[in-house]
């Protein structure tokens, strides 16, 4: 029997390196990809803690989460053609024009 | 499978060292039948559809190997195996080489919950259908690879609308099979085929519990159809502008993987609409719980793959016999007639059961007369 | 059996978050996005959640990672003309922050220990379905006008003309 704590480390090394993701790519795509990851490592961390402690509310979470996830990626990804349609790129730090 | 090793460990008490073990070999040697009905099928599936075709065109069909040509697939599939496996240079290599691996997969995970018989199920999930439909979604992602890494525009085009078309009618296919969930109260296949049996014969079919799921099992076959990307919706493979669509550029044995998963999706498709609305392996007037088990088992394989096996020519009746829709004519019946009347049986469904308590009308007439 | 599975499982979840963030070929990070979900859901059966697996495939690899590779070969950005990533200063250093992150949670997380309550089905159908249509009921309908208002977008942001 192992303990909730081998899965919250887990979720807090796919959470990290998602961020990790964020902070360091230039490629919007990727940085979308990496938030997909930041959300499921969160994922893991509620649904282990949820069935050790028999409580569905974790799995809710867990539900709630992946459709917010489902909805980012999906206006994510269309800002990202709209984006790529006006400046031919999706090198993020082009995108500067409210940097002035 | 933890029942079936107890018995073996108890049958042989030396093996209670390693339960874990036999809990492996069993599982590896199920997972092999299965591999084997699967490739078999797919042989059996094409010398059908060929015979078929035949027998609609006018011609003779297969008729050279073996008895009237019925070892026709044992030659092809040696053709296919014995073919150089080219890869194009422009192509993406290794996307190239995983995309049919992950299509077979797709197809392959979702024998794990065919029903095969009373008590013939590799694993009897209590997501049952909810798993296939999430395996199957696998399916998606290697032709979109296929088509991709081929770096050809009609490998790419196929790849688009074969996409495209199995993300839009996974969700006809999900809302027509609800209305056998909520009658049996469950996912598990056969918790839902356990649920159409009783001594009312094919009337305690889920096809004729009420008019909704009537309507249901033709709105099923429908978006399955399109879902295996099979004709009147084989657009994706239209040979007649895309070549071959999303597998054009493949050769030798990753193009008979293709051809598994093809017929691997027939079969599957077909089960489950058996499972679901045509009683699967109820032996019609016989409780099945009552024969000793060798023979329950045996009479309800027999009676399920009958079912099926119908169900597959039905579907290759389909495929010699109507002309292919055009992409934009497929995409408008998914999303604005489909939907729409998956949903609506939804609710009629919904309202039955909660109306007269999960009763069916035959089951109404029966106790009307007593 | 468990410790096992989870090791193997969380090696391969690790291993594809990894090989997303350091792939440069998007198409080869969707990929490994794909197994590390994939070895994510694995999890989630390990746990008893099984429901909340299927889930997790049928969403993310039935939906969002296919509208991944569909945007990817959407704008299908030639080989040279993807972002050119070197190493800066403050990349750097955003890496380093996200490895004290990833420490610190290890700190806290180290000794966390759930009531020992009886583990029942807690990611089963019936289980989550009771928990959604009851205590959740709201955040549940709430969801769908989250939904319908994302596909609003998308498609408004997506279109070229209304």
Redesign the interface.
């Known amino acids: 029997m192992m303990g909730p704590s081998a899965y919250l480390i887990l979720s807090g090394i796919l959470f990290a390196i998602g961020a990790i993701g964020v902070v360091a790519r230039k490629n919007a795509l990727i940085i979308l990809m990496s938030v997909e990851l930041m959300l499921n490592g969160v994922n893991v961390a509620f649904v282990a803690v949820g069935s050790y402690m028999g409580d569905p509310t974790g799995g809710i979470f867990a539900f709630m989460v992946m459709t917010v996830a489902a909805a980012e990626a999906a206006v994510g990804l269309s800002i990202l053609i709209a984006i790529y349609r006006l400046k031919e790129t999706i090198d993020i730090t082009e995108l500067s024009v409210l940097k002035w | 499978m933890e029942q079936l090793t107890a018995l073996i460990i108890q049958k042989v008490p030396a093996l209670a060292v390693a339960p874990w073990a036999v809990t492996l070999l069993l599982i590896g040697i199920v997972a092999f039948i299965i591999l084997q009905f699967a490739m078999v099928f797919a042989g059996f599936g094409t010398y059908l559809e060929r015979k078929i075709a035949a027998d609609i065109q006018g011609r003779i069909g297969p008729n050279r190997v073996g008895p009237i040509g019925l070892l026709q697939f044992l030659a092809d599939g040696i053709k296919l195996i014995l073919k150089e496996d080219i890869i194009p240079t422009a192509a993406d290599n290794h996307l190239f080489r995983m995309a049919p691996y992950l299509i077979f997969t797709g197809s392959f995970a979702a024998f794990v919950v065919v029903p095969f018989g009373f008590s013939l199920i590799a694993a009897d999930l209590n997501i049952g259908i909810y798993y296939v439909m999430a395996v199957t979604s696998l399916v998606s992602i290697g032709v979109l690879l296929a088509g991709w890494a081929s770096n050809n525009k009609w490998s790419m085009l196929g790849g688009m609308r074969a996409a495209a078309q199995i993300v839009s009618y996974e969700i006809p296919v999900g809302m027509a099979l609800i209305p056998a969930v909520l009658i049996a109260g469950s996912l598990s296949t056969q918790d839902i085929i356990r649920s159409q049996g009783g001594l009312l014969g094919i009337f305690g079919w889920n096809l004729f519990h009420n008019p909704f799921s009537f309507f249901s099992f033709f709105l099923y076959m429908v978006a399955a159809l399109a879902e295996t990307n099979r004709t009147p919706f084989d657009i994706p493979e239209a040979e007649s502008e895309l070549v071959s669509g999303y597998n054009t550029e493949y050769s030798g044995i990753r193009f008979g993987f293709f051809f598994m998963a093809e017929y691997a999706d027939v079969f599957v498709v077909s089960a489950l609409a058996t499972a679901c609305f045509l009683g699967g392996w109820q032996i019609p007037f016989f409780n099945a719980a009552s024969l000793p088990p060798v023979w329950a088992n045996l009479l309800s394989l027999g009676v399920f793959m009958a079912k099926a096996l119908a169900l597959v020519c039905v579907i290759i009746w389909i495929r010699w016999t109507l002309p292919r829709l055009r992409v934009d004519q497929l995409m408008r019946m998914s999303w604005k007639y489909m939907v729409p009347l998956t949903f609506f049986n939804f609710l009629g469904v919904s309202l039955w059961v909660l109306v007269f308590k999960g009763k069916g009308i035959p089951q109404m007439i029966a106790s009307i007369f007593g | ?3 096992i599975l ?1 090791t193997l499982f ?1 090696a391969i ?2 291993g594809g ?2 090989l ?2 350091t ?1 440069k070929n ?2 080869s ?3 490994s ?2 197994m ?2 994939f070895a ?1 859901a694995a ?2 059966v390990l ?6 697996a ?22 299908n ?1 030639p080989e040279n ?5 070197k190493p800066t200063v403050y ?1 750097l250093l ?2 380093v ?3 004290l ?2 420490i610190e ?2 700190l806290a ?7 020992a ?4 089905e ?4 019936e ?2 379905g ?3 249509f009851t ?2 009921l709201f ?1 549940f309908e709430v ?1 769908s006008v ?2 319908l ?3 609003v ?3 408004v ?2 279109k ?1 003309k209304i």
Do not use: W
Request: charged fraction near 10%; proline fraction near 4%; hydrophobic fraction near 65%.
């Open positions: 059996m468990e410790p989870f969380g979840a690790v978050a990894l997303v963030v792939r998007p198409m990070a969707a990929l996005l794909i590390s979900l994510v999890l989630f746990r008893q959640a099984h429901f909340l299927a889930i997790q495939v049928i969403v993310y690899a039935g939906a969002v990672v296919v509208l991944f590779i569909f945007v990817i070969m959407l704008i950005v003309r993807l972002p050119i990533e990349r955003g890496v922050a996200a490895g992150l990833m949670g290890g997380s180290r000794n966390f220990s759930a009531p309550t009886a583990v029942g807690v990611g089963s159908v289980a989550v009771h928990a959604l205590d959740y955040a969801t989250l939904l208002a994302a596909v977008g998308a498609t942001l997506a070229k």
